[in-house]
């Protein structure tokens, strides 16, 4: 049921792309992606590089908003097809960490149970560690790109009364 709506969105959409976006539409729409950034901006200064976990839900909140964009794009010029594939791969980047962290718990889980011992999976191990210390590090050495992808603020349009008085 949930794919099915979805698609009826998407069709509506793409309907509305081929008209001119009107101006309540485009300040709709960046209200709603503007909250949505909000949420990935208060989750990016959250992040602790000790913690995956924590840019893990930053990322989480950011393919929310990325998604978001591409729903609405017809009405955000400004989101382009170049602009949401940076969008894409700086989510990419993120979900790298988020790779290496749920392999590093299963490795962790399968230990636990017995099925290895902590001796023969211990380069694998620390390889991970390794591999998720440069996936954190690459990740907020370009963390700053995020400022580049926040929407437009909606500019206020006149009132039909204050266009009528004019």
Do not use: W
């Not at 049921?1 to 101006?23: D, F, H, V, Y």
């Not at 749920?102 to 023969?120: M, N, P, Q, S, Y």
């Amino acid at each position: 049921g949930l794919n099915r709506k979805l698609k009826e969105i998407e069709k509506s959409l793409r309907e509305c792309a081929s008209k001119a976006p009107t101006g309540e539409g485009v300040t709709q729409s960046q209200v709603l992606l503007g909250a949505a950034f909000r949420r990935v901006d208060i989750l990016r200064r959250q992040i602790q590089r000790s913690k995956p976990a924590t840019i893990h839900r930053m990322r989480v909140a950011f393919k929310r908003f990325r998604y978001t964009a591409e729903l609405l794009q017809p009405f955000l010029p400004s989101f382009t097809p170049q602009r949401l594939e940076r969008m894409k791969d700086f989510q990419g980047a993120a979900g790298d960490i988020q790779d290496v962290a749920v392999l590093l718990a299963r490795i962790e889980k399968e230990t636990k149970h017995g099925h290895f011992t902590a001796d023969c999976v211990k380069n694998l191990r620390d390889d991970l560690l390794r591999c998720e210390r440069r996936a954190i590090n690459s990740l907020m050495e370009r963390i700053d790109e995020l400022k580049g992808f926040e929407p437009e603020q909606p500019m206020p349009f006149a009132s039909k009364r204050e266009i009528a008085s004019k």
